[in-house]
């Protein structure tokens, strides 16, 4: 019924960029905050950045700031991941979440999508 799917993950050089996106159904998505967290096996699941039902963005995790940009399209039911400048620590399952009520708590996961960033 709620699905989160991520997709846009794949295998790029450092340097190089990818865009995230997360499509949403099931749910209304136009109330939710959305997010994108990420892991890296044996480490706690890291929030990257949040982005409120209408588009103001929170949360940004220092290691993104300036390289990763959040977007949201109410009409698509979809949040996106811009990664700019990827590094090898931005290796991670990069997850969607949505929350009605902010960032800390998830109503909703979705599976993730692996980024690897290696030569």
């Known amino acids: 019924q709620v699905q989160l799917v991520e997709s846009g993950g794949g295998l790029v050089q450092p340097g190089g960029s990818l865009r995230l996106s997360c499509a949403a159904s099931?749910?209304?998505?136009?109330?939710?905050?959305m997010n994108w967290y990420r892991q890296v096996p044996g480490k706690e699941r890291e929030l990257v950045v949040t982005i409120t039902p209408i588009g103001g963005i929170l949360n940004y995790a220092d290691s993104a700031k300036g390289r990763f940009t959040i977007s949201r399209d109410n009409t698509k039911n979809t949040v996106y991941l811009q990664m700019n400048n990827l590094k090898p620590e931005d290796t991670a399952v990069y997850y969607c979440?949505?929350?009605?009520?902010?960032?800390?708590?998830?109503?909703?996961w979705g599976k993730g999508t692996l980024v690897t960033v290696s030569s």
């Open positions: 099931g749910f209304t998505f136009s109330s939710y905050f």
């Open positions: 979440g949505a929350s009605r009520r902010g960032w800390s708590l998830m109503d909703y």
